[in-house]
Nanobody, 125 residues
Framework: QVQLVESGGGLVQPGGSLRLSCVAS????????VGWIRQAPGKAREFVAA????????YTTSSFSGRFSISRDNSLKTSTLQMRDLGPEDTAVYYC??????????????????WGRGTQVTVSS
């Protein structure tokens, strides 16, 4: 079973940057798609970005393209979400998630069956 632990969240001023990390404890990390999903208070989960097991394919939406980027290092069993030009609307708990066999598009939160506990990102002056 894969366990995921996120880190790197915190308080940042508008316009700032943060780098979130996700460390996985599993022997077959490279077999997993990794996604980052966020959830703001009172709102539904929102897909942010995903990356294929070999790192060759990356997925995001127009809401994040150009500001957020996802990467992974299979040798370290980590994934990173680099975020820049943050605004108050980016305040949320950010979750790292993984799956080996997505039953739907990896751009949908329900595609993932393994989740971390999340890390809080707060954008405020």
């Amino acid at each position: 079973q894969v366990q995921l632990v996120e880190s790197g969240g915190g308080l940042v001023q508008p316009g700032g940057s943060l780098r979130l990390s996700c460390v996985a404890s599993v022997s077959a990390f490279a077999d997993h798609y990794v996604g980052w999903i966020r959830q703001a208070p009172g709102k539904a989960r929102e897909f942010v970005a995903a990356i294929s097991g070999d790192g060759r394919s990356q997925y995001t939406t127009s809401s994040f393209s150009g500001r957020f980027s996802i990467s992974r290092d299979n040798s370290l069993k980590t994934s990173t979400l680099q975020m820049r030009d943050l605004g108050p609307e980016d305040t949320a708990v950010y979750y790292c998630a993984a799956t080996t066999t997505p039953s739907r598009s990896v751009m949908e939160p329900d595609a993932y069956d393994i989740w971390g506990r999340g890390t809080q990102v707060t954008v405020s002056s």
